[in-house]
């Protein structure tokens, strides 16, 4: 079945640690995307890929860091520099990322917990 | 700017019984809209999302949505609920515009059906 995985389902991080979440898909899609989503809050989007070896910040990337290196792969790493981690982490992907109207396909999403 | 209001934070409905969940966004240009589903602890889903042509888009489950550009709206309905339909629902537009991939969430409408 084609989707797209998420790892782990829940993630706990320690003061000052970085902690890096997977996402892969076999979709075959170009565009990968990453969502903060908060209590009572809509989605927000934190970093975007339109191909392999590129990817531009969204509106909440401080804190945050991507790769990109392999078409199916968009790991994100939390860094110690984000302050309020604490959220459920969404991925996910789309056929090109440039014309409007795609539909995003979502991952099962990834609960990340501060000790 | 664009930006998404679902002003009923939470829906209570009982089942069987109709269900419309609104949605009004804000642009100083037209947009695609969407409509997603989140069930708990889980990623989301497309029901169903406007393009162009007709102004009433039917989607999975049994829910419609009609678009009213004078009164930039994007309501959500169903006939008829289920238990099954208890879940988290968001509203999101996409700027029609070069290149644009951007989702713009608003802040979500829990519909919670009763027996």
Same mark, same amino acid.
């Given at each position: 079945?084609? &989707?797209?995985?998420?790892?782990?389902?829940?993630?706990?991080?320690?003061? &000052?640690?970085?902690?890096?979440?997977?996402?892969?898909?076999?979709?075959?899609?170009?565009?990968?995307?990453?969502?903060?989503?908060?209590?009572? *809050?809509?989605?927000?989007?934190?970093?975007?890929? *339109?191909?392999?070896?590129?990817?531009?910040? %969204?509106?909440?990337?401080? %804190?945050?860091?991507?790769?990109?290196?392999?078409?199916?792969?968009?790991?994100?790493?939390?860094?110690?520099?984000?302050?309020?981690?604490?959220?459920?982490?969404?991925?996910?992907?789309?056929?090109? &990322?440039?014309?409007? &109207?795609?539909?995003?396909?979502? %991952?099962?999403?990834?609960?990340?917990?501060?000790? | 700017?664009?930006?998404?209001?679902? $002003?009923d934070?939470?829906v209570p409905v009982f089942e069987e019984a109709p269900v419309e969940l609104r949605c009004?966004?804000?642009?100083?240009?037209?947009?695609?809209?969407?409509w997603y589903v989140?069930?708990?602890?889980?990623?989301?889903?497309?029901l169903l999302?406007?393009?162009?042509?007709?102004?009433l888009v039917k989607g999975i489950n049994g829910f419609e949505a009609e678009?009213?550009?004078?009164?930039?709206?994007f309501h959500l309905r169903k006939p008829s609920v289920h238990i099954s339909d208890t879940a988290e629902y968001?509203c999101?537009?996409?700027?029609?515009?070069?290149?644009?991939?951007? $989702?713009?969430?608003?802040?979500?409408t829990r519909l919670l059906v009763r027996?």
């Amino acid at each position: 079945d084609g &989707g797209i995985t998420q790892s782990p389902k829940y993630l706990f991080r320690k003061e &000052g640690q970085n902690v890096t979440l997977s996402c892969e898909q076999n979709l075959n899609h170009d565009a990968m995307y990453w969502y903060r989503q908060d209590p009572g *809050q809509g989605l927000r989007l934190i970093y975007y890929s *339109q191909i392999v070896n590129d990817f531009q910040k %969204g509106d909440i990337a401080e %804190g945050y860091s991507v790769s990109r290196e392999k078409k199916e792969s968009f790991p994100l790493t939390v860094t110690s520099a984000q302050k309020n981690p604490t959220a459920f982490y969404l991925c996910a992907s789309s056929i090109e &990322g440039t014309s409007g &109207g795609e539909t995003q396909y979502f %991952g099962p999403g990834t609960r990340l917990l501060v000790l | 700017a664009q930006s998404v209001t679902q $002003l009923d934070s939470q829906v209570p409905v009982f089942e069987e019984a109709p269900v419309e969940l609104r949605c009004n966004y804000s642009s100083s240009v037209s947009v695609y809209l969407f409509w997603y589903v989140q069930y708990p602890n889980q990623g989301l889903q497309l029901l169903l999302k406007y393009l162009s042509g007709s102004t009433l888009v039917k989607g999975i489950n049994g829910f419609e949505a009609e678009f009213n550009k004078s009164q930039t709206s994007f309501h959500l309905r169903k006939p008829s609920v289920h238990i099954s339909d208890t879940a988290e629902y968001f509203c999101a537009v996409n700027p029609r515009m070069d290149s644009s991939y951007k $989702l713009i969430f608003g802040s979500g409408t829990r519909l919670l059906v009763r027996p």
